[in-house]
């Protein structure tokens, strides 16, 4: 406050002093330009002392130390950690049809498995979207077929595919959106097959990477 109104005085008696230089008649000493100017500042500065003084006394030295008000800055984002408390700190998921394709995919599939579990298949699935031989969708990953056979049961397995359970649909559609963002694909080694570790399929081309929970991951033999 009291630095801004001072620049502003100062301005005002450079501009008067100039003025009265410039005059082409004598001024007498009861009129002169420099007294006035004088009972100007006084009148002012009174007013300042009237204005600084009815401020509350916390104001007064935020005002003497010139002190300026700071802006609270964002919280950091909590570093990515495949939990239930991480996913909690995200907000609602949403998207479009290949992020509904994911989410119902990790719904079905994997709702019943740790976080980390969904993330894998997620990865999964992203994963045959990104492999030669696979659709290039992640909605074509999750509904092809063939040899009478679905890649995901709960494509063809006759049960209704209707989501009834809103924590585990929450968390598939932030998994999702996470894995649709970017986030980096840190357990699997790249796996293209998954299975339960209640069936034993004969799959002689592919190598075993990882078990989590209870899934066991695959990737084509090199």
Known sequence: MRLPLCRTLALLA???LTGAASADVMVSQSNSPTLALGAEFRSLLGAEHSTVNALPEKDREALAMGETAEVAADP????????DDWLATLPAAKGDAQWECL???LYFEARGETIKGQFAVA?????????????????????????????FSFICDGVSDQMRDKVAIDR????ARVMLDGAPRLLTAGATFFHSQDVNPK????????????????????
């Open 123 to 151: 990865e999964v699935i992203l994963n045959r979207r990104d492999t030669v031989g696979f659709p290039k969708t992640i909605c074509g990953v999750v509904r092809q077929d063939g040899a009478g056979t679905c890649a």
């Open 76 to 83: 950091a984002p909590k570093a990515m950690s495949y939990s």
């Open 172 to 175: 598939a559609g932030k998994i």
């Open 203 to 222: 799959w002689d081309n592919l190598t075993k990477t990882v078990s989590i929970g209870a899934h066991l991951f695959y990737r084509v033999t090199l």
């Open 14 to 16: 450079v501009c008067v």
């Open 103 to 105: 989410r119902s995919a």
